[in-house]
């Protein structure tokens, strides 16, 4: 999939999108002082690509969308650095 491709605006989507994308993920939730909670994720591929750092979001879709664009700039970095442009 093209990094510009939109993402989808629900969980099962997400997931399914994860899927097809060959991302692992980890998806994580507490609940906070306030009731609330917040999601952590991190995604992640053995190919070149590697992983994200940890995201953190109030809603679980916005968490894993967040892993992945870090992930995508990650990449981007680190063939900057390799010049693999």
């Avoid at 097809?20 to 070149?48: I, M, N």
């Amino acid at each position: 999939m093209s990094p510009l491709t939109p993402m989808p605006e629900d969980l099962t989507g997400m997931i399914a999108f994860l899927h097809r994308c060959r991302w692992e993920y980890r998806l994580a939730s507490r609940a906070l002082p306030d009731g609330t909670r917040l999601f952590t994720a991190v995604v992640w591929r053995p190919d070149p690509l590697g992983g994200s750092r940890k995201c953190r979001a109030a809603d679980p879709v916005l968490a894993l969308r967040m892993a992945v664009i870090n992930a995508r700039k990650a990449q981007q970095r680190r063939h900057s650095r390799t010049g693999n442009a």
